[in-house]
């Protein structure tokens, strides 16, 4: 320490004041680094060298105030005295004083006190975008919560002693020249970047409509196939060609018998007991495929369209219409499904929020998934949510310029990742939310089939109620003709006669 002090001109200590542009700019040195400063005992006493590192966010340093010979008197090139040196703590405005005559060169870490353990309550203000599971604003409850604010919590206040202050607006509080922490925000710095980026991403998502209505009745009156029609008719002619070939085998109707159930079978004769059941054991199958085939087409999945994934909805027919948020990236990611903002905002003056009940949306992922949770449509449509990010974001966590805390939150948050806590939380977090929002997701990996679904019955029904009452209009109406031309027949009989 004292070789520091010994031929040193009278000039050395204004170069503090020369290179303290160095010290805001220079990229050779972090702000954990130590320093040595040398000052006369005029300029410790009027400018203090505390208040300069504590601006510039230097806490380890340790000032050597020398007496240097005024100008003009004569230094004799003897070693200068030294005063007491000293270090301040510029949170807990503690003061640090040392004997250079006690020094010993094991002890130079005594000259560097921990002054980032406890900062004394002094608040940090956060600011950032909220991105789920992140940042999250609850406007009920007032406050910020998310996974950030959890582990800046455990850092900033059990940990440092301090306070911190989650801001949702962008003016700097007063005293402060930029905020302490800013999360997915990050601003280029040339010198002092100070950031932190998280090792999962964030993004946008994608909201597509889904419906849930099934239409029952274009498949229940949807035509047979030809080679059905060919079976059936088939059967409906060798029925009607074996009563005429074989009257005596087959006296009964037996289209009337495979079809409606006519006669007594177990009193017919026995090729007609064969060709009857081979007969209803045929219709018997038909039937049954054809209302397996009814019941899975009431699955969701085989009414509309459902894709999951980017390459999905590229091969799909769906369109992409978003006001709000920039889809020039996007347009590049999915060419030809994307419309212009010109054209989105036409729709939307058009239809309202209607628009999203046919068009897909972009928007943040969480604010997506909340959007998801409604599987009521009470909105009037419903949506769920692409399983891909369709456009990836870094999250940066970001220090002021000036912070000393840089290395502390890097160690911390490391910690925080490796032991696991972080990723369990963002799982558990992230499971909460998608419960919500894939609570109807199964019914489009099954049949479904409700008691509501069994309205198709009565479809039938009634179908068949009214058939039946025109067939019966129709026999009322030919039975009341043929006695009407059997009225007018006996007429003209008479009249002959």
Not at 143 to 159: P, Q, Y
Request: glycine share 6%.
């Amino acid at each position: 320490m004292k070789s520091l002090v010994t031929h040193l001109e009278s000039t050395y200590p204004v170069t503090i004041a020369r290179h303290q542009p160095r010290l805001k700019l220079h990229e050779c040195y972090s702000k954990s680094s130590k320093f040595i400063v040398l000052v006369d005992a005029a300029t410790n006493a009027t400018t203090g060298p505390a208040d300069l590192f504590s601006a510039l966010g230097i806490v380890n340093y340790l000032v050597v105030p020398l007496h240097v010979p005024t100008r003009g008197a004569r230094w004799n090139g003897t070693e200068l005295p030294v005063g007491r040196l000293y270090t301040k703590n510029q949170y807990s405005q503690q003061k640090y004083e040392y004997d250079i005559g006690e020094h010993q060169s094991s002890t130079v870490r005594r000259y560097f006190p921990d002054k980032l353990g406890n900062v004394h309550r002094y608040r940090f203000y956060v600011i950032g975008q909220f991105e789920f599971p992140y940042l999250i604003h609850l406007p009920r409850k007032n406050r910020t919560s998310g996974l950030l604010v959890e582990a800046l919590h455990r850092l900033i206040v059990r940990k440092l002693n301090g306070t911190m202050s989650v801001v949702s607006y962008t003016i700097v509080p007063s005293g402060r020249s930029e905020f302490d922490v800013t999360f997915s925000l990050t601003k280029f710095r040339a010198h002092f970047m100070h950031d932190f980026t998280l090792m999962e991403r964030g993004g946008s998502c994608l909201l597509c409509p889904f419906h849930t209505e099934r239409d029952f009745l274009r498949h229940l009156l949807k035509p047979f196939s030809l080679g059905i029609w060919l079976v059936l008719g088939t059967v409906l002619a060798v029925c009607r060609l074996l009563s005429r070939l074989f009257p005596a085998q087959f006296q009964g109707n037996l289209v009337e018998m495979v079809f409606f159930g006519t006669g007594v079978p177990h009193r017919q004769p026995f090729p007609t007991r064969i060709v009857s059941f081979a007969a209803a054991l045929l219709v018997f199958f038909l039937s049954e495929a054809y209302n397996a085939k009814i019941i899975s087409l009431m699955s969701l999945a085989k009414y509309y369209e459902r894709p999951e994934t980017v390459q999905e909805l590229n091969q799909s027919s769906l369109l992409i219409a978003n006001t709000l948020e920039p889809v020039a990236l996007l347009a590049e990611q999915l060419p030809g499904k994307v419309l212009s903002a010109k054209r989105a905002s036409q729709i939307y003056r058009e239809k309202g929020d209607a628009m999203f009940n046919e068009y897909c949306t972009l928007s943040q992922c969480h604010f997506a998934m909340l959007a998801a949770t409604d599987v009521e449509g009470e909105r009037g449509y419903k949506q769920y949510v692409l399983r891909e990010h369709v456009l990836e974001t870094m999250l940066t966590l970001q220090l002021a310029t000036h912070s000393p805390f840089h290395q502390t939150f890097v160690e911390f948050l490391l910690r925080y990742f490796e032991n696991g806590t972080w990723m369990h939380r963002v799982d558990g977090l992230r499971s909460e939310l998608t419960s919500m929002a894939e609570t109807m997701v199964a019914q489009f990996a099954r049949v479904v089939f409700h008691f509501d679904d069994l309205f198709c019955i009565w479809v039938l029904i009634m179908v068949g109620w009214l058939l039946s009452l025109v067939c019966f209009i129709g026999e009322l109406l030919v039975a009341l003709l043929r006695e009407k031309r059997a009225v007018l027949l006996g007429k003209c009989l008479r009249r002959k006669k």
